[in-house]
T-cell receptor, first 113, second 112 residues
């Protein structure tokens, strides 16, 4: 059990550029969640998958955001035309089938200049 | 919609002493889970303790214990024999097989 991993750990980009983040969940975890955490706040839910199916999207997830989990393993989160307000820590978490506890990765810190 | 409130933005405790972090939540569900997560500076979030709402017995994990009051919708975390490594942001969260709803967190400082 190697834990949830995220790549990259840090990303600095210019406003208007596209960025993509990757999350690798704990193996055999069928649920994968994306959260966003801004400075001084708790994480806020963005979207989650069960296997390859995207089950729910938050209203925070504007049309510039898209997430995929094509084979039910790793997931990607893409932000198009980044804005300064997108600067945040993007957290990924995963859980076993039917189990309530979510395990978090180290996060990707995005800075939009 | 569920909400989680942590009314203490910052707390401090002397090393080896006991501290209690508060959390209240709002839900219309009867079956759910509550969690405390710890997020050390620049490090990832880790689970401290979880409580199943249908269980009356309060959860404990070594030096960490909770006081779960279902009727009052209160879920406080007690840290006994505080250690320097306990210094972190602590988040209370509601959920269970669903996306988690987090409070804004309490920053705990431990004074040597």
């Amino acid at each position: 059990d190697t834990g949830v991993s995220q790549d990259p750990r840090h990303k600095i980009t210019k406003r208007g550029q596209n960025v993509t983040f990757r999350c690798d969940p704990i193996s055999e975890h069928n649920r994968l969640y994306w959260y966003r955490q801004t400075l001084g706040q708790g994480p806020e839910f963005l979207t989650y998958f069960q296997n390859e199916a995207q089950l729910e999207k938050s209203r925070l997830l504007s049309d510039r955001f898209s997430a995929e989990r094509p084979k039910g393993s790793f997931s990607t989160l893409e932000i198009q035309r980044t804005e300064q307000g997108d600067s945040a820590m993007y957290l990924c978490a995963s859980s076993w089938p039917g189990v309530d506890t979510q395990y978090f990765g180290p996060g990707t810190r995005l800075t939009v200049l | 919609a569920q909400t989680v409130t942590q009314s203490q933005p910052e707390m401090s405790v002397q090393e080896a002493e006991t501290v209690t972090l508060s959390c209240t939540y709002d839900t219309s569900e009867s079956d759910y889970y509550l969690f405390w997560y710890k997020q050390p500076p620049s490090r990832q979030m880790i689970l401290v303790i979880r409580q199943e709402a249908y269980k009356q017995q309060n959860a404990t994990e070594n030096r960490f214990s909770v006081n779960f009051q279902k009727a009052a919708k209160s879920f406080s975390l007690k840290i006994s024999d505080s250690q320097l490594g306990d210094a972190a942001m602590y988040f209370c969260a509601y959920g269970g097989n669903t996306p988690l709803v987090f409070g804004k967190g309490t920053r705990l400082s431990v004074i040597a």
